[in-house]
């Protein structure tokens, strides 16, 4: 199974806010054995909000299951001493502090390796460990500003737009992991380890492989299109008398169909829609054509007529329609963990797996340093250092409470 594909790796979570806890997370949800480390007061995600549960942010709830909790001050030595030392048994690091910070805490990748060869450390940052702007520090929108996205989306003429959803946090979280996971097939065929180097500027460069290609082959900046795809028409939503549907009927044979589906088969034979090219090059016209005929019936109506002669489609569906529907609730990407605070969650969960198997374990994500000495007890930490620990307030930790009913 996924979920126990990584038992027994040992991966220690610097990280904060959303592209490092995500990667951590994964890792987690393969069955990695993930430790969530943070400062006594919290990692900056935790006070991220709205919306709370409990006084819980749910962003940082969302990215953080299947971890235990430690919560060490790397401004006092002993907490950098330890930290060096539970490294020296990781096989994973994540860190996602702005490049030089954890090299003045000793514990870059540099300061690290020789105790560790086998170590996959993997740093994730703004725009990179090197380069002009590597010191600057950066947010998901800023990233979207500055790697182009905003500037491709909304419908023509339109301010800038932004992704609402983290995308290039995400993607850079997916990306992190898809390399952390390359890194260790050498560690496993005995070879070192090695220093990853993501940002999330050129992951959401990466996420726009498509458009960017197109700007690079043609020189041609892309023009906002709204809901329609640059390169295919007819591919975007229409108005119907009840809402929306989203049709993508441009390959030719999908083409004819359409047109005869919604009554109008001359529009197959106009020369200004003969092709995909020439309806992508008037697509103005194409959009009041499809439009003003979809307006003339409900959206369930427009989806069996359709659906019935293989046309894609489907409705711009709100989160309440989709988390009703019978293809989310069959699809098994929903999970609920039982937070000590925030009580019953519910979230994505690990979405991916074998036919027939179960879901992926879901632990929920823990408190400020709630697993502190077990943790530090599984390093091999003697119980008395981990009581001097506490007492000089390198490391902290937080008893669970019972669940909020």
């Not at 409705?315 to 999970?335: D, F, H, K, M, N």
Request: proline share 8%.
């Amino acid at each position: 199974m996924l979920g126990t594909s990584l038992a027994g790796l040992r991966v220690l979570d610097f990280s904060h806010v959303v592209a490092g806890p995500l990667c951590g997370m994964l890792l987690g949800d393969l069955g990695a054995e993930v430790v969530k480390i943070e400062s006594p007061e919290g990692e900056m995600g935790r006070r991220i909000g709205p919306p709370w549960i409990h006084g819980e942010s749910v962003i940082s709830l969302s990215v953080n299951r299947n971890k235990q909790g430690l919560a060490v001050d790397l401004k006092t030595p002993q907490g950098r001493d330890l930290m060096r030392r539970m490294m020296a048994c990781a096989d994973v690091v994540i860190e996602s502090f702005r490049p030089g910070v954890m090299k003045r805490f000793g514990l870059d990748f540099d300061s690290v390796r020789d105790a560790n060869p086998s170590l996959v450390y993997c740093s994730i940052s703004a725009y990179g460990q090197h380069g002009p702007s590597s010191g600057k520090a950066g947010v998901d929108g800023i990233i979207q500003a500055v790697a182009g996205l905003m500037s491709t989306l909304g419908p023509a003429g339109s301010p800038p737009s932004k992704v609402p959803s983290p995308i290039a946090d995400m993607a850079t979280g997916y990306l992190a992991t898809i390399a952390i996971l390359g890194a260790l097939v050498p560690v496993r065929q005995g070879r070192e380890g090695q220093h990853i180097d993501v940002s999330l500027y050129n992951a959401t460069l990466m996420l726009q492989q498509v458009g960017l290609a197109s700007f690079l082959a043609s020189g041609i900046e892309p023009g906002k299109s709204g809901s329609a795809a640059p390169y295919a028409a007819p591919n975007e939503a229409f108005p119907t008398a009840d809402g929306w549907i989203m049709v993508a009927a441009y390959q030719s044979e999908r083409w004819s169909a359409l047109c005869h589906a919604i009554g109008q088969p001359a529009l197959e034979k106009d020369p200004l829609f003969a092709d995909n090219v020439s309806r992508v090059g008037h697509r103005d016209a194409l959009f009041q054509q499809l439009a003003a005929a979809f307006q003339q019936r409900p959206t369930e109506a427009w989806l069996s007529t359709l659906e019935a002669v293989d046309i894609l489609c489907a409705p711009i569906a709100g989160y309440a329609e989709v988390t009703s529907s019978l293809q989310y609730r069959g699809s098994g990407v929903e999970t609920v963990v039982e937070h000590p605070i925030a009580g019953p969650v519910r979230m994505p969960g690990f979405a991916i797996g074998s036919a027939g198997s179960e879901g992926a374990r879901a632990t929920p994500p823990p408190l400020v340093g709630q697993h502190s000495a077990a943790v530090l007890t599984a390093y091999g930490i003697p119980q008395q250092e981990i009581d001097a620990l506490l007492r000089c307030g390198a490391i902290t930790t937080t008893p669970s409470p019972s669940i909020t009913a």
